[in-house]
């Protein structure tokens, strides 16, 4: 697995992540992305400095055992029953999106157990989410987490707005993903 994370931070938003990481550290997984993975109690450390001509690189630098050695972090597919594949996931996670949008249509407020799949199936999504997805899964999931919220509060006005939103965004992934 070779997976690599960009992006352009100020110093304090730098300070922050490695704060997160430091924090997750402790507890024994390390966050990547929208994944965690677990980090044993030993392991081989080394932080490095060069400085060229036109500037500097620092690197923090571990190594972990082979992942067969380490214990797995928790698969949301395990929490419940979610499908298996990435494919049967869409799927399923269109059907619920179909239905809430369905609820709103038809001037009903989604019910709480329809939001709780819709929730579930949404963060085993991104959990699948490649590197490239990670800004637009965050966001997607910035949509969602604020659809639930406005729907469990009554706020059928902001419900309309999240699922347009949410409706915006998976357009736009589509565009920009596939």
Not at 20 to 31: C, S, V
Not at 56 to 76: F, N, Q, Y
Not at 106 to 135: I, N, Y
Request: contains cysteine; glycine residues 6%.
């Amino acid at each position: 697995m070779d997976k690599k994370i960009q992006w352009l931070h100020g110093r304090t938003q730098l300070a922050d992540c490695l704060q997160d990481m430091a924090e997750q550290l402790r507890k024994g997984g390390f966050p990547f992305g929208l994944q965690s993975i677990g980090v044993p109690e030993n392991l081989e450390a080394r932080l490095s400095l060069k400085v060229k001509k036109h500037g500097a690189s620092c690197k923090i630098e571990w190594r972990l055992p082979a992942l067969e050695d380490r214990e797995p972090t928790v698969d949301p597919r395990q929490e419940g029953l979610l499908p298996s594949n990435f494919k049967q996931l869409k799927k399923e996670l269109a059907r619920a999106f179909r239905a809430l949008k369905q609820a709103v249509s038809a001037g009903a407020m989604p019910e709480s157990a329809l939001l709780d799949e819709f929730e579930k199936l949404s963060r085993a999504f991104t959990v699948h989410a490649e590197p490239q997805w990670d800004r637009a899964a965050r966001e997607y999931l910035g949509h969602m987490e604020n659809l639930i919220r406005s729907a469990r509060d009554g706020h059928r006005e902001a419900v309309v707005h999240e699922i347009q939103d949410l409706q915006t965004r998976m357009v736009n992934c589509h565009r920009d993903y596939k």
